[in-house]
């Protein structure tokens, strides 16, 4: 099992910025890829991934303003946003995969809201 939390989530104005973090534990050695999704209403979404390599992948709507970074040692994948729109809205959750798809783990979510 792996578990996942979040932080750094909350409330910023249109063109600020946010970190997200998620800390994991448990049995990472199953770990390949860690990611950000979002979902604004039911479709949870995928923002960006990173593998334990350093590859990276990113949502088109995203790409230029998000950074996604990972410390395998710390077991801790962050996802810098900038330059953040109210179409960033939404609950942020952490996702961890034993292989390529969905993620077979998640944290709690972290609720990002971007408002004037």
């Known amino acids: 099992q792996v578990q996942l939390v979040e932080s750094g989530g909350g409330l910023v104005q249109p063109g600020g910025s946010l970190r997200l973090s998620c800390v994991a534990s448990?049995?990472?050695?199953?770990?390949?890829?860690m990611g950000w999704y979002r979902q604004a209403l039911k479709q949870r979404d995928m923002v960006a991934r990173i593998?334990?390599?350093?590859?990276?992948n990113y949502a088109d709507s995203v790409k230029g303003r998000f950074t996604i970074s990972r410390d395998n040692a710390k077991n801790t994948v962050d996802l810098q946003m900038n330059s953040l729109k109210a179409e960033d809205t939404a609950v942020y959750y952490c996702?961890?995969?034993?292989?390529?798809?969905?993620?077979?783990?998640w944290g709690q979510g972290t609720q990002v809201t971007v408002t004037s």
């Open positions: 448990g049995s990472m050695s199953s770990i390949s890829v």
């Open positions: 593998t334990a390599g350093g590859s990276t």
């Open positions: 996702g961890a995969n034993k292989n390529s798809g969905w993620p077979n783990y």
